[in-house]
């Protein structure tokens, strides 16, 4: 899995936030086990290939390190919007920050990674090398906030105390995210499944290029999928795609009905009618 497959994967948790922030209370603790377990894999073979380009001669112009570079840069924009929903959630439901804890961790040590790529990334020769870096960089920076934009208006959800603070903390450009979310106001109309793919195509247009294969394309598949268990899979439908805001609004309406039929029938049990003969 490519590293622009994990942003389209964080896209579709950003466009269904309103809904896995007010239904989905509880975060699966083996999804974010394996989210920690194979984010810390991928950190450590960054760390190590990083070590390696750093040494006099290494080669930081062909394909290995592009790859590498590439990976990085373009999960930003996985990394940064989950973390910002993970403490979203957090506040939203009160609990004890553990998932929050964990994602900013895992943020922490992808930052590392970044700081320890750009020294390198300055010793290419090739301009033409530096530039498709810069503008890979310049694209994650844009789609990490415009992800966030989509959060922004998620994160009002009762029990969110400062909701913009918690989203524009992550921000590369804060002025930028609140732009954003004016466009996702604007898809709130549409179905979270048009907006998906709207925003899937948008992202492959953008994003297309002349990407390496992926640096570390099996961890990169683990972390897909410890993201999608992190709210269980009650927040899924039987097609793997995030339950519709009308399909939530319809099994909450029928919840509250039986609910209610059965507070009458407790408050006022039925009486045997006296026979008349």
Same mark, same amino acid.
């Given at each position: 899995? /490519? ?17 896995? +922030? ?19 894999? %991928?950190?450590?073979?960054?760390? %190590?290939?990083? !070590? ?36 979203? /959630? ?24 970044? =700081? #320890?790529? *750009? &020294?390198?990334?300055? @010793? $290419? ?8 870096? =810069? ?5 994650? #920076? ?14 009002? $959800? ?17 002025? @930028? ?9 604007? /898809?709130?109309? %549409? $179905?979270?499944?048009?907006?998906? #793919?709207?925003? =899937? ?6 994003? =297309? ?12 598949? %683990? ?19 995030? !339950? $519709?805001?009308?399909?939530? #609004? ?10 209610? +039929? ?5 408050? *006022?049990? +039925?009486? &045997?009618?006296? *026979? !008349?003969?």
């Amino acid at each position: 899995m /490519h590293a622009i497959e994990l942003v389209d994967v964080a896209g579709v948790l950003c466009l269904g936030a309103r809904n896995l +922030l007010e239904d989905c209370p509880h975060v699966s603790q083996s999804a974010i086990l394996d989210y920690w377990t194979a984010a810390r894999c %991928r950190l450590d073979a960054w760390g %190590r290939d990083l !070590r390696s380009f750093g040494r006099p001669g290494a080669d930081v112009s062909g394909e290995d390190f592009t790859a590498l570079a590439e990976e990085v840069l373009l999960s930003q924009a996985h990394t940064r919007p989950l973390t910002a929903l993970c403490v979203l /959630h957090d506040r939203r439901w009160n609990t004890s920050d553990e998932t929050a804890s964990v994602a900013r961790n895992i943020l922490a040590g992808h930052e590392e990674a970044l =700081s #320890r790529l *750009k &020294p390198l990334w300055s @010793r $290419s020769t090739d301009r033409k090398h530096g530039l498709h870096l =810069s503008v890979t960089a310049s694209r994650a #920076r844009r789609w990490s906030d415009m992800l966030l934009g989509y959060l922004l208006p998620a994160g009002g $959800s009762p029990g969110v105390r400062n909701p913009e603070g918690h989203v524009i903390e992550f921000a590369f450009e804060p002025q @930028r995210v609140v732009e954003f979310a004016f466009d996702a106001d604007a /898809h709130s109309g %549409r $179905s979270i499944l048009d907006a998906q #793919r709207l925003l =899937s195509a948008s992202l492959r247009m953008t994003l =297309s290029g002349n990407y390496s294969p992926a640096a570390n394309p099996e961890i990169n598949q %683990r972390i897909a999928g410890a993201t999608f268990g992190l709210f269980g899979p009650e927040a899924f439908d039987e097609f793997g795609l995030l !339950r $519709s805001t009308w399909v939530r #609004r319809i099994e909450r309406s029928a919840d509250e009905t039986l609910g209610m +039929l059965d507070g009458l029938f407790e408050e *006022k049990p +039925l009486q &045997p009618v006296p *026979k !008349r003969f």
